[in-house]
C-alpha cells in the first residue's frame, strides 16, 4: 500500500485530536506515517500516534523546528518526500498547517487541497468552498497531492500500528530561519475543549449585550461539554476575548452541532462555521440571515431561551 504522510498537529508535546482524524482518513487512502516536526516529543506521543495507526513515525524533535514560524516544516516535509515518495501528505486545514503546505507545495512542485472534507480513492477530495456554500471535487494532477482536511471532518477510530520510529534530521536553511517566534501565546486550559476541535460549539453574538451576560453562553457550553465561540461585533465590543472569533477573520470551526445566540448571520461569520454538521440558532428577529442557513431556529429572546435550554439539558 502507498505511504500517506500525516503532519502531525501537537501543542505542548500533546498530540492534537485532529491528527487522529488524519491518521483514520490516511489509513483509507494507504499505509499512514506520522511526522512529527518540533520539540516535546514522547513515548505517550508514539503511543497516541500508532493507537490510530501510525505504521511509521518519522521524528524530527527539533527546538530549530519549534523556533521559527512554519518554514522549518515545509522543508522537512519536502526532504520527506523526496526521500519516501509518498502518495500523499496530510495536513490539518488550521491556519498554520495550511501555511506549510502552501510553501511545500513550491518546493516540490505539486498541488494543495484546501478545507477538505473527505477524500476517496484516487485522492480525490471533496472541498468545502466559497465559505461552505458549494462542495467540490477535486484531484491534484501534478507531483504529490497535499491535502488539508478540516478538524472534524472525520470520525476518529482507533486502529493498531506498528509506530516504527525512524529519527529525522533537517538542516534548517537560513532562509526558513526568516522568522522566529519570539513568544507563543498559551493557549487557555480550561475545562472547556479547544474552540477548533469542539464537537460541540456554543457561539454569542453582539445580542447577548455585554461581557457579563456572556456567562449564560459559556452556562450553555458547560451543560453542553462545549467550546464558547463569539461573533466578531462581540469580540469587538469587549464581550469575549478574540481568541475565539469564529469567522473569515478569526478561527474556522467544523463541529457536529453550532450554536449561534445573539448572532446575524453576516457572510464573514458564515464563512467560519458553516460546514458545521447542525446548525442551530437563537435570535428575537426572525428575519435575520442566519435563519436562511440553519437546520433549527429558534425566535425568541436569549436572555429567555437559553435559561431554559440549559434546564432542559440539565434535567437528562
Ligand atoms: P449583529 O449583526 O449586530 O447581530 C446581532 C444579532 O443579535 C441580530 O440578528 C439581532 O436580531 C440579535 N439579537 C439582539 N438581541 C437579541 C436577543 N436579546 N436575543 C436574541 N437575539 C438577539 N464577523 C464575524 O463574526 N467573524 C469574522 O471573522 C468576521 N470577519 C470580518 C471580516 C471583514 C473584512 C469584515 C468587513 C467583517 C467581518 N465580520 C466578521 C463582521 C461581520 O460582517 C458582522 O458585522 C458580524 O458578524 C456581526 O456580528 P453579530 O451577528 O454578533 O452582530
Redesign the pocket.
Known amino acids: 500500500m502507498s505511504e500517506i504522510l500525516v503532519l502531525v498537529e501537537h501543542v505542548e508535546g500533546q498530540v492534537k485530536k485532529v491528527t487522529l482524524e488524519l491518521l483514520t482518513l490516511a489509513r483509507k487512502l494507504g499505509t499512514p506515517s506520522a511526522v512529527w516536526a518540533g520539540a516535546g516529543y514522547s513515548p505517550e506521543a508514539k503511543a497516541r500516534l500508532a493507537e490510530h495507526g501510525a505504521e511509521k513515525i518519522y521524528v524530527a524533535d527539533s527546538a530549530e523546528i519549534s523556533d521559527y514560524v512554519v518554514a522549518p516544516k515545509a522543508e522537512l516535509l519536502a526532504q520527506l518526500v523526496a526521500e519516501k515518495a509518498p502518495a500523499a501528505v496530510l495536513v490539518a486545514a488550521t491556519a498554520e498547517a495550511k501555511e506549510v503546505a502552501g510553501r511545500l507545495a513550491i518546493k516540490i512542485d505539486s498541488g494543495v487541497l484546501t478545507d477538505v472534507v473527505g477524500v476517496e480513492d484516487g485522492l480525490v477530495a471533496e472541498q468545502s468552498i466559497f465559505g461552505g456554500g458549494i462542495n467540490v471535487r477535486s484531484r491534484v494532477t501534478k507531483g504529490t497531492p497535499i491535502i488539508a482536511v478540516r478538524p472534524n471532518a472525520t470520525p476518529v477510530e482507533a486502529a493498531a500500528g506498528a509506530g516504527a520510529e525512524e529519527q529525522v534530521t533537517v538542516a534548517v536553511s537560513d532562509v526558513a530561519k526568516a522568522a522566529r517566534i519570539a513568544e507563543r501565546v498559551k493557549e487557555e486550559k480550561g475545562a472547556r475543549p479547544e474552540l477548533t476541535e469542539a464537537v460541540i460549539v456554543v457561539s454569542g ?3 447577548v ?1 455585554s461581557a457579563e451576560k456572556f456567562g449564560l453562553i459559556e452556562e450553555l457550553a458547560d451543560s453542553l461539554g462545549a467550546a464558547v465561540g463569539a ?4 469580540t469587538d465590543a469587549g464581550f469575549y476575548p478574540h481568541e475565539f ?6 478561527k474556522t470551526v467544523s463541529p457536529q452541532l453550532y450554536i449561534a ?9 458564515r ?2 462555521m458553516q460546514t458545521a454538521k447542525t446548525i442551530v440558532a ?4 426572525d428575519e ?1 440571515p ?1 435563519f436562511e442557513f440553519v437546520d433549527f431556529g429558534v425566535v ?4 429567555s431561551v437559553v435559561p431554559q435550554l440549559i434546564d432542559e439539558i440539565n434535567k437528562r
Do not use: F, P
Request: glycine fraction near 26%; charged fraction near 15%.
Open positions: 453574538g453582539r445580542g449585550g461573533s466578531r461585533a462581540a472569533q469564529v469567522g473569515q477573520t478569526g445566540a445573539g448572532i446575524s448571520g453576516a457572510i464573514q461569520h464563512a467560519g437563537i435570535n428575537k428577529d435575520a442566519i425568541g429572546d436569549l436572555h
